[in-house]
């Protein structure tokens, strides 16, 4: 079955910092890629995707490139704010043509941002 | 403006009761989802659904049904309440595109954290 496997943390880093969380995954075929993210407190949100291969996803900050070769989709952000303080999740889904396939997560990295 | 909405966001019961969770969502999504996250934030997919099929995770005890009145609602029915059960339950929604292709960018509803007592 697919997989999904990230660097657990937590991460410490000092603001401005640059961030690197790896993510890689074990799947058929070609999957959609993600990035979720949750504050304290609060639902998931999507951060960035990607739908094929070497697709960057991008937004906030954040970026991230789909590489089959390697089956990664790594998260960098250059600078990162006390603000990102955050559980960041690597998710993948399978393109349908019907039904509803549920995304398969990784177990999360908590980020901890210090001033 | 809420686009997924869940409700109670907090549920204490006792173990063997019956409880439920109830999802909104007026994003006009045509498929929903329930996600249980333990207590060490592991999500999981529990359901998906919508009008043509329910997807079952094979993991999931028969004790939790999604129930669907209509596309804008999924509700979670549990029974017989155990221990295990407490965890922060995700509501989330989806659209199909034109061709039928999912490309399955989800969006979550805030959560409703279950303690079994």
């Known amino acids: 079955g697919d997989s999904v496997t990230q660097m657990e943390g937590p991460v410490t880093l000092s603001e401005e910092a640059f961030l690197t969380i790896n993510c890689t995954y074990t799947?058929?075929?070609?999957?959609?890629l993600f990035w979720y993210v949750q504050y304290p407190g609060e639902g998931l949100q999507l951060l960035l995707k990607?739908?094929?291969?070497?697709d960057k996803g991008s937004n906030k900050g954040f970026e991230a490139t789909y590489r089959k070769e390697t089956t990664s989709f790594h998260l960098e952000k250059g600078s990162v704010q006390v603000s990102d303080s955050a559980v960041y999740f690597c998710a993948l889904t399978h393109r349908s043509g019907g039904g509803a396939d549920g995304l398969t997560f990784g177990k999360g990295t908590h980020l901890i941002i210090q001033p | 403006d809420t686009a997924v909405s869940q409700t109670p966001k907090y549920l204490v019961t006792q173990m063997g009761n019956d409880k439920s969770i109830k999802c909104e969502q007026n994003?006009?999504?045509?498929?929903m989802y329930w996600y249980k996250q333990d207590s060490k934030k592991f999500l999981k997919i529990m359901f998906s659904y919508n009008n043509k099929e329910l997807i079952i995770n094979e993991t999931v005890p028969n004790r939790f049904s999604p129930k669907s009145p209509d596309k804008a609602h999924l509700n979670l029915h549990i029974n017989s309440l155990e221990l295990g059960d407490s965890a922060v339950y995700f509501c989330?929604?989806?659209?199909?595109?034109?061709?039928?292709?999912?490309?399955?960018?989800?969006?979550f509803g805030p959560g409703t954290r279950l303690t079994v007592l």
């Open positions: 989330a929604s989806s659209s199909t595109g034109a061709s039928g292709q999912h490309y399955n960018e989800q969006f």
């Open positions: 799947a058929t075929g070609y999957p959609s």
């Open positions: 994003l006009g999504h045509d498929t």
């Open positions: 990607a739908t094929k291969a070497d």
